[in-house]
């Protein structure tokens, strides 16, 4: 080879590592590593049976949810939920979409306090006491929300409250990508 | 020297002391007991190698997580009805990701991982060698470059002399 265009080489070389290091270190920089992606995008809601929290004699099924819908895994004993339900509150006034609710661990007396105190946003309340349903839909942590299309697929799952701009931004959207998609 | 000595009453609250806080963190571990000492190893195993979702880098035997104490319950179960340790791998992957296992599959996107150490070892070892290589051959020359410089100047200086002599006489 050249030997100056060997030298330049060897001069040139240090900046292209640490160039390829920043590339790789930026994209890093966005991403959040505690939320992960679900396994169940593209699939139906596991099949369940539980009871529902505003009725213990109640039985409630996968068969019973009916998208396009959201399902909101909640407990009284997550700090993050108290924040989210207002708006939960209001997509349910404004009939936005029909949310299910998925008391995650909860107890009945609590779970029930949780509603009676903030209000009921939710079609029905599946009530999974020993967090077994969660551990079927890959729930790590509360508040957790399912998006699930007209077809009763899950489509999307968001970790952590949604807000207004999460909704109008990211789930809204999707939902309707999804329903134009389904409608020819 | 000087004795330590405690009164009664001191060493009595001492011990009781040592006893509740035994107590409480007696209560804080939760023990999985088997009958079969295989099924007890097989356990073991699987919850160092699966790791916790909600506390991502702790594993489910160091994690005392509500959701990692599920996930020990649901293995333990399992064990028990006889599942294989890649059957309960798969079941648990097929909720929570690849992410779960301390294992990555070797695939595409995880080639990097598994064989990039080994690529940059390669890169790393032949850039070594060749520098040596270089180092040595270049060096040899550099050092009878120098004995001949040195020897042309000492000629070059003796020749001057040999003049200067010769302008003298």
Request: charged letters at 25%.
């Amino acid at each position: 080879m050249d030997p100056v265009l060997k030298k330049k080489l060897l001069f040139i070389s240090p900046l292209a590592v640490f160039s390829v290091m920043v590339i790789l270190l930026f994209t890093g920089l966005g991403k959040d590593p505690t939320q992960l992606e679900s396994q169940l995008i593209g699939k139906p809601i596991p099949e369940f049976e539980r009871v529902t929290l505003m009725d213990t004699n109640q039985r409630v099924t996968d068969k019973d949810i009916k998208g396009p819908a959201l399902l909101n895994v909640f407990a009284s004993w997550c700090p993050s939920c108290y924040t989210e339900h207002p708006y939960l509150m209001q997509l349910q006034s404004q009939k936005a979409v029909t949310i299910y609710g998925l008391n995650y661990k909860d107890t009945v007396p609590k779970g029930l306090k949780f509603i009676n105190d903030l209000g009921d946003p939710y079609d029905t309340i599946i009530f999974d006491e020993n967090g077994r349903l969660g551990i079927e839909l890959g729930v790590y942590g509360a508040p957790e929300t399912f998006v699930i299309n007209a077809e009763n697929k899950i489509i999307y799952r968001h970790v952590g409250v949604v807000t207004d701009r999460v909704w109008q931004e990211l789930i809204k959207p999707m939902l309707v990508d999804d329903l134009k998609g389904n409608t020819p | 020297m000087k004795q330590l000595t405690l009164a009664p009453i001191k060493v009595l609250s001492l011990l009781l002391i040592m006893a509740v806080s035994a107590l409480t963190l007696k209560a804080e571990i939760i023990f999985y007991e088997f009958d079969d000492p295989v099924l007890e190893q097989r356990f073991n195993v699987l919850i160092q190698e699966l790791r916790c979702p909600k506390c991502q880098n702790n594993n489910l035997a160091d994690s005392n997580a509500p959701l990692s104490v599920d996930l020990k319950d649901i293995i333990y179960e399992q064990l028990h009805k006889g599942a294989t340790d890649d059957e309960i791998i798969s079941y648990l992957k097929a909720r929570y990701g690849d992410f779960i296992y301390y294992k990555p599959p070797v695939k595409p996107s995880t080639w990097f991982i598994w064989f990039g150490p080994f690529a940059l070892l390669l890169v790393g070892s032949f850039l070594v060698i060749r520098f040596l290589r270089s180092r040595s051959t270049t060096q040899s020359s550099t050092d009878d470059n120098t004995e001949k410089d040195s020897k042309d100047a000492s000629m070059k200086l003796v020749e001057q002399w040999q003049s200067e002599a010769g302008d003298n006489d």
